[in-house]
């Protein structure tokens, strides 16, 4: 089984709410990713958990919060998002271990529109 | 940085035939992988072959095969015998070795057409 779950499919939030993504996967995988992906563009790279530890952040606007509960599930919480942060975020999930060419699998993705 | 180009934004292949989609990246690592995936109109993101850059040989998998040219850094794939399902936008991605976890450097994608 290499299912990543997301939810919601759809959100539509305004720019004071507080909202968050949730991303579930059960293949026993210690690494799990948030990508952002705007209409007709490659995901670009968010947040990376490795070991339940954030071992990587690209920069990204603390208005995005990450949290990793376990090792199954990857939140992503949105606080006074702006309409820019409009997007497909799509969440992915590897064994993450050292030097293999291990791939990663993604979710369906959530849509997100803030007014 | 490491940087992926894809230069053809669209391709169109008759149903039946064989296309190949251009991939080339810019690295100074000797140890690292390669992907393509394939994301169809539905969205869900799906890996369709991977290259370790230390193997020569090519990869294959079932009408899908790659074609690595490590001094070019070049990675082309090529999809055999194209059926209707395989209309979708494809990406080139990068991932160095080393630490298990690490994010994908990808291409601006491939938009492929299948014409009936």
């Known amino acids: 089984d290499t299912e990543v779950t997301q939810t919601p499919k759809h959100l539509v939030m305004g720019m004071t709410n507080k909202k968050s993504l949730k991303c579930e996967q059960h293949m026993g995988h210690r690494a799990m990713y948030w990508y952002k992906q705007k209409a007709k563009k490659p995901p670009e790279l968010m947040f990376v958990y490795s070991y339940e530890k954030l071992s990587i952040n690209e920069s990204v606007p603390s208005r995005f919060s990450p949290e990793c509960p376990n090792s199954s599930l990857l939140n992503l919480h949105l606080h006074a998002l702006q309409p820019e942060d409009s997007a497909l975020y799509l969440c992915?999930?590897?064994?993450?271990?050292?030097?293999?060419?291990?791939?990663?699998?993604f979710g369906p993705g959530t849509r997100l529109l803030v007014l | 940085a490491q940087t992926v180009t894809q230069s053809q934004p669209e391709m169109s292949v008759q149903e039946a035939e064989t296309v190949t989609l251009s991939c080339t990246y810019d690295t100074s690592e000797s140890d690292y992988y390669l992907f393509w995936y394939k994301q169809p109109p539905s969205r869900q993101m799906i890996l369709v072959i991977r290259q370790e850059a230390y193997k020569q040989q090519n990869a294959t998998e079932n009408r899908f095969s790659v074609n690595f040219q490590k001094a070019a850094k070049s990675f082309s794939l090529k999809i055999s015998d194209s059926q209707l399902g395989d209309a979708a936008m494809y990406f080139c991605?990068?991932?160095?070795?080393?630490?298990?976890?690490?994010?994908?450097?990808f291409g601006k994608g491939t938009h492929l057409i299948i014409q009936p």
């Open positions: 992915a999930s590897s064994q993450g271990l050292t030097g293999t060419s291990d791939s990663q699998y």
């Open positions: 991605a990068y991932r160095i070795t080393g630490g298990g976890a690490d994010g994908l450097t």
